[in-house]
């Protein structure tokens, strides 16, 4: 059974950055596509960015393109999203998945982590 635990939110102001961390662990995961999803409150969880398992292709949600960057370590079973210029409405719970299947990147992953919560203030 894969696990991913996410870490690395929190509460920030406009403008700054943040590395959110997903360890994981229990699977082959160096062979998934991550992504990185987030949930608003009162909105549903959308696509944030993924990676295929070799890092070479990316995919960003157009709200984030040019200022997020997603990146993985599958020697250390881990993925990152680097956060930068973060707006308010930014504001969410990240949480990180993992997807077994080569197909849409945007949609059915597999494995769901429990969330961080990052908050930006303005």
């Known amino acids: 059974q894969v696990q991913l635990v996410e870490s690395g939110g929190g509460l920030v102001q406009a403008g700054v950055s943040l590395r959110l961390s997903c360890a994981a662990s229990?699977?082959?995961?160096?062979?998934?596509?991550m992504g990185w999803f987030r949930q608003a409150p009162g909105k549903e969880r959308e696509f944030v960015a993924a990676?295929?398992?070799?890092?070479?292709?990316?995919n960003y949600a157009d709200s984030v393109k040019g200022r997020f960057t997603i990146s993985r370590d599958n020697a250390k079973n881990t993925v990152y999203l680097q956060m930068n210029s973060l707006k308010p409405e930014d504001t969410a719970t990240y949480y990180c998945?993992?997807?077994?299947?080569?197909?849409?990147?945007?949609?059915?992953?597999?494995?769901w982590g429990q969330g961080t919560q990052v908050t930006v203030s303005s």
């Open positions: 990676i295929r398992w070799s890092g070479a292709s990316t």
């Open positions: 998945a993992a997807k077994t299947t080569l197909s849409d990147v945007r949609v059915r992953y597999d494995y």
């Open positions: 229990g699977g082959t995961v160096s062979r998934y596509t």
